[in-house]
């Protein structure tokens, strides 16, 4: 399969326990491959490839590891653990963010939020069918690494706290029915992941 070259970094977090669905989630298969296989794909255009996990838990060829810089302190944590190696290896420019749990994310989707930048946005999240801005599956600037590391300092975990809404651009639910239609669909537990695999048959 040929994949679109994507002008950003991408980075997967990995680190998470996993509590919901029992096991390690991100090595749960499905179709043949584990769920971390399914969003590598989405974003293997991209030219610097990181995976935040603790070191040693998974192989995954093409992308670097990258140790979480706050372990166990959840995904804002791991967003600037990303941004910090995205500045480092390429500099300033974007860095696509995304979980192991949503195995429906394609490039036709990370191109879709990417032609949504705006010249003074810092983030670009989708809208989910209820009109909620969506912070996993999202594109971030390397700029808002002061903002995500005081956050982090101020006591805060939620990945939401990372964008800022004045610099914030969204991509509405019907423009990405259009591209990519259950790209934001998610796998938190078991009977998650059997319901996507039947949707898909």
């Not at 805060?156 to 004045?166: W, Y």
Request: charged share 20%; with cysteine; net charge neutral.
């Amino acid at each position: 399969m040929e994949h679109s070259t994507m002008p950003f970094a991408a980075a997967i977090t990995a680190g998470g326990q996993s509590r919901r669905f029992g096991s390690d989630k991100a090595a749960a298969r499905l179709e043949g491959r584990t769920l971390l296989e399914h969003v590598a794909a989405s974003l293997a255009g991209c030219p610097l490839r990181l995976l935040i996990a603790p070191p040693g838990r998974y192989a995954l060829p093409g992308w670097q590891g990258v140790p979480d810089t706050r372990p166990g302190e959840g995904p804002l944590a791991a967003l600037e653990a990303a941004l910090q190696a995205a500045q480092a290896e390429v500099g300033p420019g974007w860095l696509a963010f995304a979980g192991v749990d949503m195995p429906r994310l394609t490039p036709r989707y990370w191109e879709t939020l990417a032609r949504a930048r705006t010249p003074d946005a810092l983030a670009v999240l989708a809208l989910d069918a209820e009109g909620r801005p969506q912070p996993l599956a999202a594109l971030y600037h390397t700029d808002l690494l002061p903002h995500v590391t005081a956050r982090l300092e101020a006591g805060e975990r939620r990945l939401r706290a990372a964008a800022r809404p004045e610099s914030t651009v969204v991509v509405p639910p019907h423009v990405l029915e259009a591209v990519s239609p259950d790209a934001l669909r998610n796998v938190n537990t078991p009977a998650d992941l059997a319901a996507l695999g039947k949707a898909e048959q």
